[in-house]
């Protein structure tokens, strides 16, 4: 059974900053696809950052040039460094894993951008 838990969510004003981290229990992620998700208010679950094992980076367009996604394969633990966050990026956010085509989810942290 793969477990997900996320931290590092929190209140911050626009144009602040926040780092989530995930960190998975499994043996190694080092083949897995690791990825972040959000689903603000009303709105469907939309991928915000997707990293491979090798190979480029995914970033929606909503955050490039802010959001960066990282990952560490010893500490079996992905990032995302989110920078210059606006409102509009209100939403529970998701960490994923897919692994031979079995997709599995974080319990979510809330991010929360307002003054």
């Known amino acids: 059974q793969v477990q997900l838990v996320e931290s590092g969510g929190g209140l911050v004003q626009p144009g602040g900053s926040l780092r989530l981290s995930c960190t998975a229990s499994?043996?190694?992620?080092?083949?897995?696809?690791m990825g972040w998700y959000r689903q603000g208010p009303g709105k469907q679950r939309e991928l915000v950052a997707r990293i491979p094992s090798g190979g480029s980076i995914y970033y929606a367009d909503s955050v490039k040039g802010r959001f960066t996604i990282s990952r560490e394969n010893v500490k079996n633990t992905v990032y995302l460094q989110m920078n210059s966050l606006k409102p509009e990026d209100t939403a529970v956010y998701y960490c994923?894993?897919?692994?031979?085509?079995?997709?599995?989810w974080g319990q979510g942290t809330q991010v929360t951008v307002s003054s």
């Open positions: 994923n894993l897919q692994r031979y085509g079995n997709n599995y």
């Open positions: 499994v043996t190694s992620i080092s083949i897995d696809v």
